[in-house]
């Protein structure tokens, strides 16, 4: 499988701070990526996808591309305690596979 | 978001038995859908690829004899899995990418196996 590689955690950040969670990828061919979010014993939840370099904005949250260093981010503002879960990264791959990475725990202190 | 089901979402069963997992796209037609198997503090692994009127598409080392996929209509999908055995207790999770929302990819609620 290709890879998708993302600090496995747990990021711990304070209520009101910006959580900021990294991932990799190893194919060049991946054009798409998404963010989901996983909480615990539940099945994971689209947060927003982002096909071009750059940033992409949508509420507390910004995903951010850079094709050439094979990297995507995802940032969230003005943490709130639920939002602590799991933050699953995913590539597209030949236009219709979907690799995940392992994930990032992700903890907002109140 | 499109809204992806499935049923059941806990099951346990006995050793040797089969179990069938349904999936279905509620508000929307997939041609195409896909199925994964988390274990626990484990990312998605994809197990195969399920294609509306034609076999499934199995990931290396996935058995399709143990793992039957069924895609019998535009929303439903079905995972058997057969002669089912302890270490194929796992969260199974379908889902499928909705064409009218940019192809983005939707998930059912899992599905939770214990094998005893």
């Known amino acids: 499988q290709k890879e998708v590689e993302q600090n496995s955690g747990p990021l711990s950040v304070p209520e009101g701070a910006i959580a900021s969670l990294n991932c990799t990828y190893s194919?060049?061919?991946?054009?798409?990526f998404f963010w989901y979010r996983q909480y615990s014993g539940k099945s994971p939840e689209l947060i927003m996808s982002?096909?071009?370099?750059g940033d992409k904005e949508d509420g507390r949250f910004t995903a951010q591309l850079n094709k050439a260093s094979q990297y995507v981010s995802l940032l969230i503002r003005d943490s709130q305690p639920s939002d602590s879960a799991t933050y699953l990264c995913?590539?597209?791959?030949?236009?219709?596979?979907?690799?995940f990475g392992s994930g990032t725990k992700l903890n907002v202190k109140p | 978001g499109a809204v992806v089901s499935q049923h059941p979402s806990w099951v346990i069963c006995k050793s040797g038995t089969s179990v069938k997992i349904e999936c279905r796209s509620l508000?929307?037609?997939?041609?195409?859908m896909f199925w994964y198997r988390q274990f626990p503090k484990q990312s998605l692994m994809l197990m195969a690829t399920?294609?509306?009127?034609?076999?499934?598409t199995y990931e290396q080392g996935v058995e399709k004899d143990k793992f039957l996929i069924n895609h019998a209509s535009l929303t439903l999908s079905t995972l058997t899995v057969t002669s089912a055995h302890p270490e194929d207790s796992s969260f199974y999770i379908c889902?499928?990418?909705?064409w009218g929302a940019g192809g983005e990819l939707f998930f059912g609620e899992g599905s939770r196996l214990t094998v005893l």
């Open positions: 508000d929307f037609q997939a041609t195409t």
């Open positions: 399920s294609n509306e009127g034609s076999k499934a």
């Open positions: 995913a590539a597209l791959w030949n236009f219709n596979k979907f690799y």
């Open positions: 889902s499928a990418r909705d």
């Open positions: 982002i096909y071009s370099n």
């Open positions: 194919d060049r061919v991946s054009q798409s």
